[in-house]
């Protein structure tokens, strides 16, 4: 059986990889176009692949293969009607970074808010010890405590985001088209229910999106939505780069 990564650099380099010899023969490229996946696929039996787009133009060439791994979550990157058409699985890593993207969320959230990067650049140009005076307000946040959180998307990250809002004394709403009031409610007894996203956009302080990209979802914050949002909105997007508009945004 023969086994090709074709983007293992993405993946990082400090995992113990031994174990895929252990299956079969193992070929390995750092990085793959999508103009050089044909014939480094044409002989494998599995792919593990992490963004490398894989459809008909990609694979048409690989007579043997049974089964594509993704290692990551999201699988936008397959054409998933072709690889059924072929009856190629496929299977994705889901939930292997739930407590890290939860972190990260705060990490970006505390960023922005707090203006860090100012005040480090404040402090190590020089200024603050320079001044004549030991406040600087120049820029202002305020505490999250009541404050509202809304948060798109009510899978496992984004319970997890919501619990820990609840903690720091924000009120949350969720919004999922795919998750009922009830399921909701007990997945994460701290969120009031949303019936639509134009209801987080329109009393929200605070967005976080956590949704996968599917044709629905694709450039939802748009401009429709963005002029919904309050002044002074922090969005932040935690799942594919195409659910924002960009142009809407800048």
């Not at 690989?62 to 190629?88: E, F, M, P, Q, W």
């Not at 820990?164 to 969120?191: F, N």
């Not at 002044?231 to 799942?239: E, K, M, R, S």
Request: proline content about 2%.
């Amino acid at each position: 059986m023969k086994l090709v990564f074709l983007d293992k650099k993405t993946i990082g380099e400090d995992m113990d990889f031994s174990r895929f010899a252990e299956l079969g023969d193992v070929v390995e490229y750092d990085f793959t176009q999508p103009e050089e996946a044909p014939e480094r696929v044409k002989d494998a039996d599995i792919l593990i692949v992490n963004k490398v787009p894989v459809n008909r133009q990609t694979i048409h060439t690989a007579g043997n293969l049974k089964l594509v791994c993704v290692t990551a979550t999201g699988t936008n990157n397959l054409d998933k009607d072709y690889l059924a058409k072929r009856g190629i699985e496929w299977r994705n890593a889901a939930g292997y970074s739930t407590e890290s993207v939860a972190q990260h969320t705060f990490a970006m959230l505390f960023y922005l808010m707090e203006h860090l990067r100012y005040y480090d650049d404040y402090v190590k140009e020089g200024n603050y010890i320079n001044d004549v005076m030991f406040t600087h307000f120049a820029k202002t946040f305020r505490q999250l405590t009541g404050k509202t959180w809304g948060i798109i998307g009510l899978g496992a990250i984004g319970v997890k985001v919501a619990n820990a809002a609840t903690h720091l004394g924000m009120e949350v709403y969720g919004y999922d088209p795919y998750v009922s009031v009830k399921a909701a409610w007990e997945l994460s007894r701290s969120i009031k229910h949303a019936n639509s996203a134009e209801e987080i956009y329109q009393n929200c302080d605070y967005i976080t999106i956590h949704v996968p990209l599917l044709d629905n979802t694709k450039k939802m914050i748009n401009e429709g939505a963005i002029e919904q949002m309050k002044d002074g909105v922090i969005l932040l997007n935690f799942a594919r780069d195409l659910l924002v508009d960009e142009e809407a945004v800048a």
